[in-house]
């Protein structure tokens, strides 16, 4: 095995590693299952990326972050490591010749969505992969005490069964004692392992603010605190009002949501990225992969429904070690319609059955039918016709899923397709004269076999990358081509799928456990007080309030947090007017200089001169002719 401090020279550059890396190297490569909790930017990538180089073999990463993937898979490939990446969106051609890398090349880094293990035929290639470390990050989906559980997460203790004696080593920056416990279980640890940095973020300034004019206070915390801004709300059309109320106000704002299309959505985050749109108003769908170290502040205008997501949220301010703030605007109304969610996330079981049986009609499926099939889905349609409340709708159809009968998926025609409307040789004789089109017309040809006769899917970012230009930039030259009718282009879309993984079954057959329903309605009530307690709580400081959530007993108060800075000013005070009175406690009894007085108190030197002059002026002490002060009561 080679030396760890090796690799990290050769392959990085670094002498030496940040806490808490070495500890985790040296426990996964000394043969020991490891959970590792630390904050987002703590350099989790790297324990695994330098464990894997050291084990040898193959590393298999599972992560739910396809932006995460290919920027680690470029990284790596520049430090002169194979890395490979499957994702949703890919042909056919292009798994298969990854997977026969990963088999036969020496690839050493395969990246796989945790939706890929769930497919047959993946599973059975990668029996044939060496592998001999599984990273799995990201790692609180896999617990459905977590506040991010995905089903496709369990199938990884599956696969490990493919590789007896294979080291798992997994990574996150959020859970709670319950969640540790939880994902230890489910991925088949060989003997408890955690291994914890401190979740305290030093540079952050945690605040809540009571106000029942959330948009003015928004304004002006923007105008003060200068920089780039997340804003996070819980709706789509409260996203857009809010970023068109602050353009109004001479606050440059664009807004971001799931709803959006992909090419718009990438071109927002990029322009946010580099600085263009300073604040982003987004819904929680914003956020995944983003590393953009100077955000300045994030405020949250609505209350989030568990202390993991604000905490998610929160810390993406700061990354670069600065001053940022986290600020969250509430109001008694907010926290009532707070304590409300858990209802609407968990509507009564015969909600939930209902919902399942609307859906079958919706789609004209009868009992014994439609296993296997996808369905498109329209939301506000479905919900009109069958008279059923969007929300609780939403959540009866996150029960269906966990409960393994169907799934609602925006990933079925997330991918682009284009086909070319003239011949190759006909198009060679086309005009044109703008260099983009021409260089997206040669690659397009080069890169997909067979777009001269059918429709194919691309990779729009690929795309992008390989011509160096942003997404937006080759969605216009992917439209001014269809204007000209030399390509057909039909945009990827997130319109919602069903997916039936079961035929429709009669109600009667209908089960919801006590596991997926009962326990995850107390879990979820259970994040719902967390957040109230945060909330409310005016005395305790923010960062310990939060840290004791996860259960890291910490006793050092932040100091930059508005409880620990309501609480210091209230002790300045306090130590005011205890100088007050001792100075005329003093001055009454005898006459001393102003160094003298200074001297015989103990108080701060500044604080000592600022009451002498406040009771100069309100005429309690005066001087003497010799400059000496005395009471105003001694005559």
């Known amino acids: 095995m080679r030396d760890i401090h090796e690799i990290l020279r050769e392959y990085w550059g670094y002498e030496a590693f940040r806490p808490l890396q070495e500890e985790i190297i040296r426990a996964v490569t000394g043969g020991r299952d490891t959970l590792a909790l630390m904050p987002t930017g703590g350099g989790k990538s790297l324990t695994y990326?330098?464990?894997?180089?050291?084990?040898?073999?193959?590393?298999?990463?599972?992560?739910?972050?396809?932006?995460?993937?290919?920027?680690?898979?470029?990284?790596?490939?520049?430090?002169?490591?194979?890395?490979?990446?499957?994702?949703?969106?890919?042909?056919?051609?292009?798994?298969?010749?990854?997977?026969?890398?990963?088999?036969?090349?020496?690839?050493?880094?395969?990246?796989?969505?945790?939706?890929?293990?769930?497919?047959?035929?993946?599973?059975?290639?990668?029996?044939?992969?060496?592998?001999?470390?599984?990273?799995?990050?990201?790692?609180?989906?896999?617990?459905?005490?977590?506040?991010?559980?995905?089903?496709?997460?369990?199938?990884?203790?599956?696969?490990?069964?493919?590789?007896?004696?294979?080291?798992v080593l997994a990574l996150t920056a959020t859970a709670t004692p319950a969640v540790v416990e939880d994902i230890q279980r489910q991925l088949g640890f060989a003997a408890p392992n955690v291994l914890s940095k401190s979740f305290r973020r030093e540079n952050i300034s945690y605040v809540t603010r009571e106000t029942d004019t959330k948009d003015v206070e928004l304004v002006h915390i923007l105008e003060r605190v200068k920089g780039s801004a997340i804003v996070y709300t819980r709706t789509r059309e409260r996203a857009r009002e809010l970023a068109g109320m602050?353009?109004?106000?001479?606050?440059?704002?664009?807004?971001?949501?799931?709803?959006?299309?992909?090419?718009?959505?990438?071109?927002?985050?990029?322009?946010?990225?580099?600085?263009?749109?300073?604040?982003?108003?987004?819904?929680?769908?914003?956020?995944?992969?983003?590393?953009?170290?100077?955000?300045?502040?994030?405020?949250?205008?609505?209350?989030?429904?568990?202390?993991?997501?604000?905490?998610?949220?929160?810390?993406?301010?700061?990354?670069?070690?600065?001053?940022?703030?986290?600020?969250?605007?509430?109001?008694?109304?907010?926290?009532?319609?707070?304590?409300?969610?858990?209802?609407?996330?968990f509507p009564a079981k015969e909600m939930v059955k209902r919902v399942y049986e609307a859906l079958g009609n919706y789609f004209q499926l009868g009992e014994g039918e439609g296993q296997g099939r996808v369905f498109e889905f329209d939301e506000e349609r479905f919900c009109r016709r069958f008279s059923l409340e969007p929300a609780k709708t939403r959540s009866a159809i996150d029960i269906l899923s966990l409960c393994g009968y169907l799934e609602c998926t925006t990933e079925i025609n997330s991918r682009a397709r284009v086909t070319f409307l003239v011949p190759r040789d006909e198009l060679y004789n086309r005009d044109t004269s703008d260099p983009l089109q021409e260089r997206l017309l040669v690659t397009l040809m080069r890169t997909y076999a067979g777009i001269f006769v059918q429709d194919v899917f691309v990779d729009e970012e690929y795309l992008a990358e390989s011509l160096g230009v942003c997404r937006h930039e080759l969605y216009e030259a992917f439209l001014a081509l269809a204007k000209r009718r030399i390509i057909r282009y039909v945009p990827g879309d997130d319109k919602p799928y069903i997916i039936y993984y079961q035929p429709r079954l009669p109600l009667s057959y209908i089960r919801l456990s006590r596991e997926v329903y009962e326990k995850r309605r107390e879990s979820y009530a259970g994040k719902i007080r967390g957040m109230v307690r945060y909330v409310e709580d005016r005395e305790r400081c923010r960062q310990l309030q939060l840290m004791e959530y996860f259960g890291q007993r910490e006793t050092e108060p932040c100091g930059i947090c508005d409880n620990c800075l309501a609480r210091r000013k209230g002790q300045r005070q306090d130590g005011r007017e205890a100088a007050r009175a001792k100075v005329l406690e003093v001055l009454g009894r005898e006459e001393l200089e102003m160094h003298e007085l200074a001297a015989r108190l103990d108080f701060p030197r500044e604080v000592v001169t600022a009451v002498t002059r406040e009771l100069l002026d309100e005429g309690a002490i005066r001087y003497l002719d010799d400059m000496k002060l005395t009471s105003r009561k001694n005559k």
């Not at 056919?92 to 880094?109: L, P, Q």
């Not at 990029?270 to 405020?299: C, L, Q």
């Open 246 to 345: 602050l353009n109004k106000r001479g606050i440059r704002a664009d807004f971001y949501h799931a709803g959006l299309p992909s090419a718009t959505r990438a071109r927002k985050q990029e322009e946010w990225k580099r600085g263009e749109t300073p604040v982003i108003v987004a819904t929680n769908a914003f956020g995944m992969g983003i590393d953009k170290a100077d955000v300045r502040v994030v405020v949250h205008v609505d209350i989030p429904d568990s202390p993991e997501a604000y905490f998610q949220e929160a810390g993406r301010a700061g990354r670069d070690g600065r001053r940022a703030y986290a600020v969250l605007l509430y109001n008694a109304s907010a926290v009532a319609a707070l304590k409300r969610r858990v209802d609407n996330e």
């Open 49 to 167: 990326q330098v464990s894997g180089l050291a084990l040898g073999g193959l590393t298999l990463v599972v992560t739910p972050l396809i932006a995460l993937m290919k920027d680690q898979v470029e990284d790596l490939r520049r430090r002169g490591v194979e890395a490979e990446a499957l994702y949703m969106g890919m042909r056919t051609e292009d798994i298969e010749s990854v997977t026969n890398k990963c088999v036969y090349a020496g690839v050493r880094f395969l990246y796989v969505s945790p939706e890929r293990l769930t497919s047959a035929r993946f599973r059975e290639r990668l029996r044939q992969m060496p592998v001999r470390l599984i990273a799995v990050d990201e790692a609180h989906c896999i617990s459905q005490w977590g506040y991010d559980f995905r089903p496709s997460y369990l199938r990884i203790a599956e696969v490990r069964e493919f590789f007896p004696g294979v080291v």
